[in-house]
C-alpha cells in the first residue's frame, strides 16, 4: 500500500494512504477527543458517523475544521490539533450537546464511567450558555425486561444503530425523527420489547452514556439477602471472573475468581455455587445429544437434524426464533447453564437441604443482559416461581461489592461451596467465543472414541475471527465445525443451514462479538478490543490451572447423574434440563 | 407520532407486493417504494411499512427512520374532508398564512395532522395553479377562492351535517 506522509502538532508521520487523522494522531501519541466515534480494532467494529465534530483539527489551507475520525489524510498535510480555534469549537460543540442534556449526573446510573461527562470535564466546562432558556427534549422511558432507554440522555452517536445494525443485523434500532427529536429507537417508537430485540445488550455495551443502560436487580436480591426466611444461593458466570477486577482498577485480563466468591459470601449468599457446574452439565447433555444426532445421522436416519447448533447463549436463542423460527427443530434442547443450574438448584439441591423451592433463592451473576430477559420466560418458571430469581450483570455486582465497602483488591481468596460450586476447565471456557463448543469436543471425542484425549487444547477452534471453521478428527470420524460471534455472523451460517448448504455437523454461536467475556453486561470497554482479547486470554489460563479439564470428569457431576438424574439426555434430564423455542410472532402495537 | 391500527385486506397486500416488485425489491429503492405506496394510499400506515419491510428485507425500523426523517412522508390518514391550503408565493403574499392560522385554530389541528373524528385533514400545498384566485383552499374536489381568514367558519359549516 502507497505511503504518504504528513505533519500533525510540528511531528512527521508516515501512513497508509487512507489513514485518517485520528489514526495518524495516535501513532504519534496525540490524543485528539472523541465522542460519537467508536472502534473496536481487530473486530471489524467501527462507528464513524462524523455527527459530533468534537474530534475537529485545523488543517492547514482548509477554511473549515476537519473532524479527525472521518478525515483521510493527504501527502504533505499539515495538522494541528489542539490550536486555540480548535479548542473554542470543542467548546462551542459541548456546550450544544450539553444544552439538551440533562443534568442528573447525581443520580445517573452512568455517572462516574459516561464519556459524556468525562469529556465535558476535560474540555472544562463550567456552564452551559443559553441552558436556562433552551427546552430539552423529552422522550418517553422505556423499560424492558434487560434494557432500560432514556433517550433524554442519547447524544445521537448512533453507536447502539450501529451496533444493532451492522453487527447484530436484528435491525431493532433506527435514527428516526430529525432535529431535536431525533432519536434511536424502534419502529414506531414502540418499546423494544414490540421490536425483534434479542437483548444481547451490545447497544448497552457501547452507549457512551446514561441513554441506555440495564434494568438494576440489586435491590430486589439487597431485600432477599435481609429476608431471614430465605435461603439465597448465588451462581457466577465463567466470564464475569475475567473482567470483574477491572471495576477494582485491576489491569484487564486479572482473573478475580477467589476475591468474587469471598465478596460474595461477604454479601450475605448463603451458598456461593459456579455456573462453570452447569457449564459442564450442560456439555453432557448437548454433547450427548450431538453424538446421538451423529450416530443416527450415519446410519442414515433422516430425522436427524446436522449441524446442531449450541443454545447456551439466550440473545442468539432469540434472535433465530425471531428470524429463522422454521429452524428452531436443530438447536440442541439443552438449556443454558444458568437455567440448568436454576432447575438443579431449586430440585436436587432444594431436596438436599430441605428447603422449599420458594424459600430457596436463586440470584445469577452474568456477564449478559439477555439472561435477565431469559430467567423470566414462562417455561423456566415452576407454579410461578422462577428457576433463577434475579440475574445481575458484572457491573451491578461491583456496584454492590461497592456499596458495601469492599475492596476486591484486598479480599482473600475463597473457594465455591459444594455440591454445585465445582467445575472443569470445560466449564471456565464457556466465556469465550469458540470455548463451548471446544469443551463439547473434549467429551464427545472420548465418549466416541472409548479413547482418552491426548492433547486437550484445541487452539484450531480459538480466536477472534468473526466466523471460524475446523475439522476435528474423531478417530477416523471427521466431525466439522463452524463458530460463530456476533449475531451478523450467525446469521450468514443460518442462511446456509436454511438452504441446506451447510458443511457442519456442529455449530455454536454466541451473540456477543468475543463470546461472553464481551457481554452486554460487562465492565464497559470504550472501544479497547485488548480489554476483550485480555479477558480471553484469563479464561483459557484459568482452564490450564484447573486439575480436571474435561466435562465428564467432573466428580459432582458424575454424583449428580448417580443420585439424582440417571444417565444424560434421560427422562429426568430431559423434564429439568431441555426447552423447546418458539416462534417469536411479530406483535405490531400501534399508538393510537 | 400518532397513526391508527388498520387492518390491511388482501388486495392492498398484493398492491404494496406489486409496488416493491416494480422497482426489483431492491432495498435501495425503498424510498421509491415509499413514494409510489403513499400516492397509492395517501399515507404511510405502520402495517403499510411491515409489508415493505418484509418484502424489501429492511428492518421496519430502518423504515420507519426514513418516513420520519422526509417531511413529505406521513404516517397520518388524510381526512374525510382533506383540506388543503396553497402556499405557493402568489398565496402567501395575499395572506394564505393568516387563512392557514385560522384554519388550524378553527380545527384544534396542525398541518400533517387529521382531527380525532376523521373528518378533516390539514395540509399545505405549493402553487395550484389557480394564482387569480389566491389566496386558494381547496377541500376535497372543491376549490375555494379569494378566501379571507374570516370565511373560513362558514367553510367549515359547509360541511356540518357531512
Ligand atoms: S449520561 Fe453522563 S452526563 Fe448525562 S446525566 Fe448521566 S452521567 Fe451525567
Ligand atoms: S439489545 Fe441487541 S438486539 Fe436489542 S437493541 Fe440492543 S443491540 Fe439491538
Ligand atoms: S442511545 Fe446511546 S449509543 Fe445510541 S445514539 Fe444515543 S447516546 Fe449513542
Ligand atoms: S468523534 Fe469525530 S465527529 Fe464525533
Ligand atoms: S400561489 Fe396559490 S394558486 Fe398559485
Given at each position: 500500500m502507497e505511503t504518504i506522509t504528513l505533519t500533525i502538532d510540528n511531528k512527521k508521520v508516515d501512513v497508509p494512504r487512507g489513514t485518517t487523522i485520528l489514526k495518524a494522531a495516535r501513532q504519534l501519541g496525540i490524543d485528539i477527543p472523541t465522542l460519537c466515534y467508536m472502534e473496536l480494532h481487530d473486530m471489524n467494529i467501527e462507528n464513524r458517523p462524523a455527527g459530533c465534530r468534537i474530534c475537529v483539527t485545523e488543517v492547514q489551507g482548509r477554511r473549515n475544521l476537519a473532524p479527525a475520525c472521518a478525515t483521510k489524510c493527504e501527502d504533505g498535510m499539515v495538522v494541528k490539533t489542539h490550536t486555540t480555534r480548535v479548542l473554542n469549537a470543542r467548546r462551542t460543540v459541548m456546550e450544544f450537546i450539553l444544552s439538551d442534556h440533562p443534568k442528573d449526573c447525581l443520580i445517573c446510573p452512568k455517572s462516574g464511567n459516561c464519556e459524556l461527562q468525562s469529556m465535558a470535564h476535560k474540555l472544562g466546562i463550567r456552564e452551559i450558555p443559553g441552558a436556562e432558556i433552551a427546552a430539552m427534549s423529552t422522550y418517553r422511558k422505556d423499560t424492558s425486561p434487560s434494557i432500560i432507554r432514556d433517550l433524554d440522555k442519547c447524544i445521537m452517536c448512533r453507536r447502539c444503530e450501529m451496533m444493532c445494525n451492522d453487527v447484530q443485523t436484528v435491525g431493532a434500532l433506527s435514527a428516526v425523527n430529525r432535529g431535536f427529536m431525533a432519536a434511536v429507537a424502534p419502529a414506531f417508537e414502540q418499546n423494544l420489547e414490540h421490536s425483534p430485540c434479542t437483548y444481547c445488550g451490545q447497544c448497552v455495551a457501547v452507549?457512551?452514556?446514561?441513554?441506555l443502560t440495564e434494568v438494576d436487580h440489586t435491590p430486589e436480591v439487597l431485600r432477599v439477602l435481609a429476608d431471614p426466611t430465605k435461603t439465597v444461593v448465588v451462581q457466577t458466570a465463567p466470564a464475569v471472573r475475567a473482567a470483574l477486577g477491572e471495576e477494582f482498577g485491576m489491569k484487564p485480563g486479572t482473573l478475580v475468581t477467589g476475591k468474587m466468591v469471598t465478596a460474595l459470601r461477604a454479601l450475605g449468599f448463603d451458598y456461593v455455587f459456579d455456573t462453570d457446574f452447569a457449564a459442564d452439565l450442560t456439555i453432557m447433555e448437548e454433547g450427548t445429544e450431538l453424538l446421538d444426532r451423529l450416530n443416527r445421522y450415519l446410519k442414515?436416519?433422516?430425522?436427524?437434524?446436522?449441524?446442531i447448533l449450541t443454545s447456551c447463549c439466550p440473545g442468539w436463542v432469540n434472535f433465530f426464533e425471531y428470524y429463522f423460527p422454521d429452524l428452531k427443530e436443530v438447536p440442541s434442547t439443552a438449556k443454558s447453564p444458568q437455567q440448568m443450574f436454576g432447575a438443579i438448584a431449586k430440585s436436587y439441591f432444594a431436596e438436599k437441604i430441605k428447603v422449599n423451592r420458594k424459600d430457596l433463592v436463586v440470584v445469577s451473576i452474568m456477564p449478559c443482559l439477555a439472561k435477565k430477559y431469559e430467567c423470566q420466560r414462562d417455561e423456566f418458571s415452576v407454579d410461578g416461581n422462577r428457576d433463577v430469581d434475579f440475574s445481575i450483570s458484572t457491573r451491578e455486582l461491583a456496584a454492590f461489592i461497592k456499596q458495601a465497602n469492599l475492596d476486591l483488591n484486598n479480599l482473600e481468596e475463597g473457594e465455591f461451596d459444594a455440591p454445585l460450586g465445582e467445575s472443569t476447565g470445560a466449564g471456565v471456557i464457556f466465556g469465550t467465543t469458540g470455548g463451548v463448543i471446544e469443551a463439547a469436543v473434549r467429551t464427545a471425542y472420548e465418549i466416541h472414541t472409548g479413547k482418552k484425549l491426548d492433547r486437550i487444547d484445541f487452539t484450531e477452534l480459538r480466536g477472534l475471527e468473526g466466523v471460524r471453521q475446523a475439522a476435528i478428527d474423531f478417530d477416523g470420524l471427521e466431525v466439522r465445525i463452524g463458530i460463530a460471534h456476533g449475531l451478523g455472523n450467525a446469521r450468514k451460517l443460518l442462511n446456509d443451514v436454511r438452504e441446506g448448504k451447510s458443511q457442519f455437523h456442529a455449530i455454536e454461536v454466541m451473540a456477543c462479538p468475543g463470546g461472553c467475556i464481551g457481554g452486554g453486561g460487562q465492565p464497559l470497554h470504550h472501544g479497547n478490543s485488548e480489554i476483550i482479547k485480555a479477558r480471553a486470554a484469563a479464561i483459557y489460563e484459568e482452564d490450564r490451572k484447573k486439575p480436571l479439564r474435561k466435562s465428564h470428569e467432573n466428580p459432582f457431576i458424575i454424583k449428580l447423574y448417580e443420585e439424582f438424574l440417571g444417565k444424560p439426555n434421560s427422562e429426568k434430564a430431559h423434564h429439568l434440563l431441555h426447552t423447546k423455542y418458539f416462534e417469536k410472532k411479530k406483535k405490531i402495537i400501534v399508538k393510537q | 407520532m400518532s397513526s391508527i391500527k388498520i387492518e390491511l385486506r388482501q388486495e392492498d397486500v398484493s398492491k404494496i407486493k406489486e409496488i416493491c416488485a416494480s422497482f426489483n425489491n431492491d432495498p435501495q429503492e425503498l424510498i421509491n417504494v415509499l413514494h409510489k405506496c403513499q400516492e397509492h394510499f395517501g399515507y404511510l400506515p405502520a402495517e403499510v411499512q411491515e409489508v415493505i419491510s418484509t418484502e424489501l428485507n429492511v428492518p421496519v425500523a430502518k423504515i420507519y427512520g426514513v418516513v420520519t426523517f422526509y417531511s413529505f412522508f406521513t404516517m397520518t390518514p388524510r381526512g374525510k374532508h382533506p383540506i388543503s391550503i396553497c402556499m405557493g408565493t402568489a398565496c402567501y403574499v395575499r395572506g394564505a398564512e393568516k387563512v392557514l392560522e385560522e384554519f388550524k385554530k378553527e380545527l384544534g389541528l396542525q398541518v400533517g395532522q387529521t382531527t380525532p373524528d376523521g373528518k378533516f385533514s390539514l395540509s399545505s400545498l405549493r402553487c395550484v395553479g389557480a394564482c387569480g384566485l389566491a389566496p386558494v383552499v381547496m377541500i376535497g374536489d372543491k376549490t375555494y377562492g379569494r378566501?379571507?381568514?374570516?370565511d373560513v367558519r362558514n367553510i367549515l359549516k359547509e360541511y356540518e351535517n357531512y
Open positions: 452507549c457512551p452514556t446514561g441513554a442414515g436416519d433422516k430425522t436427524a437434524r446436522l449441524p | 378566501v379571507a381568514p374570516d
